[in-house]
C-alpha cells in the first residue's frame, strides 16, 4: 500500500480516501496456483479498462503491475507460510483529497492496495453435489459492468443467500437473468449452453469468458443470448463462474431441484476443459 508492504494489521488509508468515503474506486481479483497468476494479462486488462471508464490513472504499467503481484505471491507464500494456492486482491481509488466534495479533485494520485489471502476454491462435496442458490430481484446501478467497490445491494443480497444456507445468489431483471451477486451464470437447456450476453448489467467475468472460450473450441453448443427467469428454473444445470467458484453446479434452485439433482454432464465437461487448463497457464 502507497509503495509500502507492511503486514494486513499495520495497513492504513486515510480517511478522505475516496474509495472510503464514496466507494470511488474499483478492484481485481486473480487467483493464482502455485504462484504463477492465473490469466493475468486478461485481469490487468479488465483492471485498465474499468479505471478508464471512471477517469481514474492508471498507476502501474502491465509490467509494474506483475512485479507487484509477484511480490504479493512470494510474501504470502508457502515459503512464508501461507498457501500454495491464493487470491491476489488489487484496489484503487481515486485517492485522497485534502477535503470531501463530490466532485473529483483535480491532482489527487491514486491510492493502490493489494493483498493476499488462500484461494477458496470449492470443496469436494460441493464439486460432488452441488451447490444451493436463491433467485432475488437485481436492484444494483446500470454499470454492473465496471469492477466498482460500491458493493453493498450484493452484499444485502449475498447475505440472503447465506441466511438461506446457499452459496449464491442468481439476480435478475425484468423477466431476464443477469449474473450471481458475485459470479456469472450458465445454463442447460436441451443440448445447448447458455449464458447471458454481456452488457452493461453485469460484468464481464474473466472465468466465464475463458470458459466460452474453451467450450465452443471444444464444439460445445454455446449461446451468448437473453436468458429469462422461467428458462433459468427449467434449466437441466445451471453453473456459476467466478475466480473463486471457477465452475460450479448449483443443482438447487429456491429450494427445488435443478434437473437430476446431481452435476450434470456438461457441468463435468466444461469442469474437466477448465483444470486442464490451469495446468497449462
Not at 460441493?126 to 467497490?149: E, F, M, Q, Y
Request: charged content about 25%.
Amino acid at each position: 500500500m502507497g509503495g509500502q508492504y507492511v503486514p494486513l494489521s499495520e495497513a492504513r488509508v486515510p480517511v478522505l480516501d475516496r474509495g472510503f468515503l464514496f466507494g470511488d474506486s474499483v478492484y481485481e481479483v486473480l487467483p493464482a496456483y502455485r504462484g504463477r497468476p492465473f490469466a493475468l494479462r486478461e485481469h490487468l486488462a479488465r483492471l485498465a479498462r474499468n479505471l478508464r471508464e471512471l477517469s481514474i490513472a492508471n498507476p502501474h504499467t502491465d509490467a509494474q503491475w506483475g512485479e507487484i503481484i509477484a511480490r504479493l505471491l512470494r510474501d504470502n507464500g508457502p515459503e512464508a507460510g501461507g498457501s500454495a494456492d491464493l487470491l491476489v486482491y488489487l484496489q484503487v481509488t481515486r485517492g485522497a483529497p485534502a477535503v470531501r466534495a463530490h466532485a473529483f479533485p483535480s491532482d489527487t494520485p491514486p491510492t493502490v492496495v493489494g493483498l493476499c489471502n488462500a484461494l477458496p476454491i470449492p470443496g469436494e462435496a460441493a464439486l460432488r453435489d452441488g451447490v444451493g442458490a436463491i433467485t432475488r430481484p437485481d436492484i444494483r446501478w446500470g454499470r454492473c459492468d465496471i469492477k466498482s467497490t460500491a458493493l453493498l445491494p450484493n452484499v444485502l443480497v449475498v447475505q440472503a443467500a447465506r441466511e438461506h444456507g446457499c452459496n449464491e445468489v442468481i439476480l435478475h431483471r425484468d423477466g431476464r437473468v443477469t449474473e450471481g451477486g458475485s459470479s456469472n451464470v450458465f445454463a442447460v437447456l436441451g443440448t445447448s449452453v447458455i449464458t447471458p450476453s454481456k452488457t452493461p448489467e453485469i460484468l464481464p467475468g474473466i472465468t466465464r469468458d475463458l470458459l466460452i472460450e474453451l467450450l465452443r473450441a471444444n464444439k460445445v453448443p454455446l449461446q451468448e443470448r437473453r436468458l429469462t427467469l422461467t428458462e433459468l428454473r427449467s434449466a437441466e444445470e445451471i453453473w456459476l463462474t467466478s475466480s473463486t467458484r471457477e465452475v460450479l453446479p448449483v443443482t438447487r434452485l429456491d429450494g427445488e431441484p435443478v434437473g437430476s439433482r446431481k452435476p450434470g454432464p456438461l457441468w463435468k465437461k466444461a469442469y474437466a476443459l477448465f483444470q486442464e487448463r490451469k495446468r497449462r497457464d
